[in-house]
């Protein structure tokens, strides 16, 4: 269960984290019309979890305590003209989701919702508010971003570093 509480320094970390490596792809879902035609991307490409800091923050001075991902296998997905469907963590998730010509992607999955208090110093509590699983990346750069976004928090959550990796061609 994510767990989490207000800190000062929240804000500051947040700031860095989008300006660095944290903000790995795009931030919306290519469209269709977008998608890679030149067959550059095409095959079977797995993500494997690189890291995961333990302690994440997000807006409003969220403090988010998250669990050790390493090495955990959470994408499987077949690419073909810039289409790319597969499974997010084995078969609990289908994915489907376009590629541009830059090997760019973004796959959306809701999941559920969450249930979570700040610190007792303040009332913020978040009660069953949505869970989307987000992937972002490059195939290009074979890097990509898994985040459990909140919506309350405007999809931020726990985000773990996760190295692509071409299984085959088509």
């Known amino acids: 269960m994510i ?3 207000v800190s000062m320094i929240g804000m500051v970390f947040l700031a860095l984290c989008f300006t660095s490596s944290c ?3 795009l931030q919306s879902q290519v469209k269709e019309a977008e998608r890679d035609l030149s067959g550059a991307y095409n095959g079977y490409w797995e993500g494997v979890v690189s ?3 333990k302690v994440q923050y997000g807006p409003g ?3 988010h305590n998250c669990a050790d991902r390493s090495n955990e296998n959470v994408l499987g997905v077949k ?4 289409k790319m469907t597969g499974f997010l963590y084995g078969q609990s998730y289908f994915v489907k989701a376009y590629v541009n010509d830059k090997g760019e992607f ?3 999955n809701p999941i559920g919702n969450v249930r979570a208090k700040t610190a007792a ?3 913020k509590t978040i009660n069953r508010d949505s869970i989307t699983l987000i992937v972002r990346g490059s195939l290009d750069d074979k890097t990509a971003a898994l985040t459990f976004g909140i919506e309350e928090l405007g999809n931020n959550g726990c985000t773990s570093s996760v190295k692509m990796v071409r299984i ?3």
């Open 23 to 25: 903000s790995t792809g």
């Open 168 to 170: 085959s061609d088509e």
């Open 51 to 53: 890291n995961t800091p």
């Open 121 to 123: 110093t303040s009332a």
């Open 3 to 5: 767990r989490y509480y």
């Open 61 to 63: 001075q969220w403090k």
């Open 79 to 82: 690419v073909k003209d810039g």
């Open 106 to 108: 973004r796959i959306e």
